[in-house]
Every structure is written in C-alpha cells, then in structure tokens.
C-alpha cells in the first residue's frame, strides 16, 4: 500500500491550504483513514480522521477550521485546512489502518507565517 501525500506550503495566518492522500488501493478498504501532524519537538499527533461509516472526528485545536473528507472514486483522502496558525506549522502525514495493519504516507510541510 502506498500514501501519496501532497498539499503542503507556505501560506500567511488566516489562509488556507487543502491536502491530499492518494492510496495505491481502494480506500474502502480501509479502516479507518487520517491525518497525523508533528512539528519540530513534538510528538506525532492525531488531528482527523473518517471512517467509512461514521462521522469524522478532530482534535480539539482544529475543530471548525479543518474538514477531513473522501472521495473514493479517486481513491483520495482530502484534508481542507481554513483559517490557519502559526502553531499548525508541522509535517502533515496521512495514515490509513486496515484491520490492525498502520500504513503511512511520507509526509508534506505545512508552514503558516504569522
């Protein structure tokens, strides 16, 4: 399985970027689908994640500014990330978990300027 992850930048506080997850497989076949997000001296954290059946879910610090989405005609996972931080400067993964089986994508850079 391989996690094509794109979307990253640099972009001023307030905007906005989308990133994308493209899966060398169905994604329905799929778990669950995410991303992760680290900056520098951090842990790797949890910030969305969708299932194929139940809502998405997000980590408190992105709660209404970020949408996960999936389009799985195209095999894709989408990460629309609005009105961005400074503080959510970090490499973005994509992750997708099928059955207890962790695959990961190789990560974008994401960096907001305040």
């Known amino acids: 399985v391989q996690l094509q992850a794109s979307g990253g930048g640099l972009v001023q506080a307030g905007g906005s970027l989308r990133l994308s997850c493209a899966a060398s497989?169905?994604?329905?076949?799929?778990?669950?689908m995410g991303w992760y997000r680290q900056a520098p001296g951090n842990q790797r954290e949890l910030v969305a994640w969708?299932?194929?059946?139940?809502?998405?879910n997000y980590a408190d610090s992105v709660k209404e500014r970020f949408t996960i989405s999936r389009d799985n005609a195209k095999n894709t996972v989408y990460l629309q990330m609005n009105s961005l931080k400074p503080e959510d400067t970090a490499v973005y993964y994509c992750?997708?978990?099928?059955?207890?089986?962790?695959?990961w994508g190789q990560g974008t850079l994401v960096t907001v300027s305040s």
């Open positions: 497989e169905n994604i329905f076949t799929f778990n669950i």
């Open positions: 969708i299932t194929k059946g139940i809502s998405p």
């Open positions: 992750h997708a978990l099928r059955v207890l089986n962790p695959y």
